[in-house]
DNA sequence: CATCAGGCGAGAC
DNA sequence: GTCTCGCCTGAT
């Protein structure tokens, strides 16, 4: 058990942020709890205000967790760093004031991604633990729970196009196929997108079938940690439309414009309004 | 029954 | 380069 204190967290925020398909929340008294699987690994994580435990080893957090949930980064100074005259804004980072940029894994991300274009969450969670549990290698945790690695290239290159239509991945399945195949057959490094900057990392997700503009973005996101992606779906696009007819100001927000991203989609999903 | 969900590829121009 | 259109599936 590790336990920190942190403001500007909140794991039910991050869970519902949808940038982590593989983060569920569970039944607790007292608090709120979650589970996740990353890392080729199963951890719950427990949190009651500013008390976040995390169900691992001093060496595990330090070594895994800490980077994984972004917690070197002050994302209170984020926050302040926001134009105080923009009410809509300065709102929805109030609101989403636990979110956080994790760092995933690249090819779970690049996958979840293509799963998630013209689909909803719920659909896409379902989809997802679907070719976990036909194609990812099962597992059993410290505490006794199965639970499923996310599939590696090869074994996705393996399913036919039946085998995942089979899935409910619908018109993606194609691009599942041959993403996969690509990948398997080494016509992509994904290990160099990590030096690249994110203009260049986007360039070379999109050549990837499946992968356009915005599921790129989010790649270059959830997975790069490129903080100056900006993802634009429908959700984005609709409040852009409304509250920034003159343009979103991403010359004020260089580098954290994907932070901003995250407390915007949330807030149009989760806010009253 | 129509519409939409965290878009994209293919083809037309 | 920009625009349109069709697309699996399930929830509302």
């Not at 993403?179 to 994110?198: F, H, M, N, P, R």
Request: aromatic share 12%.
């Amino acid at each position: 058990m590790v336990r920190i204190t942190s403001s500007n967290f909140s794991i039910t925020q991050i869970c519902q942020s949808g940038q982590c398909f593989r983060m569920n929340e569970m039944e607790a008294q007292g608090g709120q709890r979650v589970s996740l699987v990353a890392h080729g690994r199963y951890m719950e994580i427990l949190q009651s205000g500013d008390d976040i435990c995390f169900d691992c080893t001093q060496e595990e957090y330090d070594a895994l967790w800490k980077h994984y949930f972004d917690m070197e980064t002050d994302y209170a100074e984020i926050i302040a760093g926001i134009d105080a005259d923009d009410q809509y804004l300065t709102s929805a980072a109030a609101f989403g004031n636990g979110i956080r940029i994790l760092r995933q894994d690249l090819w779970e991300m690049i996958i979840s991604f293509i799963v998630s274009q013209q689909n909803n969450i719920k659909r896409i969670r379902r989809c997802i633990n679907l070719l976990c549990e036909r194609y990812g290698e099962k597992r059993v945790s410290g505490n006794g729970t199965v639970y499923y690695d996310f599939p590696t290239p090869q074994a996705l290159a393996n399913a036919t196009l039946e085998d995942l239509y089979a899935c409910n991945l619908g018109y993606r399945s194609r691009y599942i196929h041959e993403t996969a195949s690509y990948v398997w057959q080494g016509c992509i490094d994904l290990g160099k997108l990590y030096e690249l900057d994110y203009v260049g990392a986007k360039d070379e997700l999109l050549k990837l079938c499946g992968v356009g503009t915005k599921v790129a973005d989010c790649i270059c996101l959830f997975a790069l940690h490129k903080t100056d992606a900006f993802p634009r779906d429908t959700h984005i696009n609709k409040v852009l439309t409304a509250q920034y007819p003159g343009g979103f100001p991403f010359d004020k927000y260089a580098d954290c414009s994907g932070v901003l991203q995250q407390y915007i989609f949330y807030y149009d999903l989760m806010g009253v309004r």
